[in-house]
């Protein structure tokens, strides 16, 4: 029995040309977080609409988190371990960028009083060690910086994969189809704990779609301008 992949969008959520909604769609029985406001990011109740939807599932899942939802299931994973079998943040969020009882907190654009607590200070410090993880992260990202990153990496005890300038890794920066994380999804699904070690950047870039029913042909990857 294959392991459930459980993708987690972020602020605003996932459109149809977003990879996670890309992905979805070619990975039979994977389930998406639904059922929240995606236009007001709240911690613990989307935390809380994970735990519902995993608790369906009857196995552990592999997380596959963007952005405010890499947050998000990080506190999943502390607080109920049993439901996650891996996860795989891409791109998190600044948690300083967000208050703990909800919405934005970015003093630069809406004024929040530096006092008002931040989901950083709601996080967990430390996943369970029995749950493997791993970050992608960008150099460029506007939403964290990279030396940011590196922190939550150690923090997370996250395998850290750089993915150069990268930006956001969202459609604006060209990630829609992602040909390479579908072929790591779909050997990571057959394993019952996801084994990120030996991911690398190269294995994300490169190579041909697996051939879907009703495509013409496999189609080469798109839109990752991104130098080794």
Do not use: K
């Not at 041909?208 to 029913?213: I, S, T």
């Amino acid at each position: 029995m294959s392991t459930p992949i459980f993708f987690i969008p972020g602020f605003h959520g996932s459109d149809s040309t977003h990879w996670q909604t890309w992905l979805q769609n070619r990975l039979p029985d994977s389930e998406v977080l639904r059922d929240v406001d995606w236009e007001f990011p709240e911690l613990s109740s989307w935390a809380d609409q994970a735990h519902a939807q995993l608790a369906t599932l009857g196995r552990p899942a592999l997380l596959v988190a963007h952005s405010f939802g890499c947050l998000v299931a990080a506190v999943v994973a502390a607080e109920l371990p049993g439901s996650v079998a891996g996860i795989l943040f891409v791109a998190p969020a600044n948690p300083n960028r967000f208050a703990a009882e909800g919405g934005v907190r970015n003093t630069r654009f809406d004024g929040t009083p530096q006092a008002v607590r931040s989901t950083a200070d709601i996080l967990p410090e430390r996943l369970p060690a029995r749950i493997p993880t791993t970050l992608l992260a960008s150099e460029n990202d506007p939403w964290l910086s990279f030396s940011d990153a590196l922190v939550i990496a150690r923090r997370w005890n996250s395998h850290l994969v750089g993915l150069g300038e990268a930006g956001h890794v969202n459609i604006d920066s060209g990630y829609g189809p992602w040909p390479g994380l579908l072929r790591q999804l779909r050997a990571w699904r057959a394993q019952t704990t996801p084994d990120f070690s030996t991911l690398h950047r190269a294995a994300l870039e490169s190579g041909y779609l697996v051939f879907e029913p009703g495509e013409l042909a496999p189609v080469q990857l798109q839109g990752l301008h991104l130098a080794l």
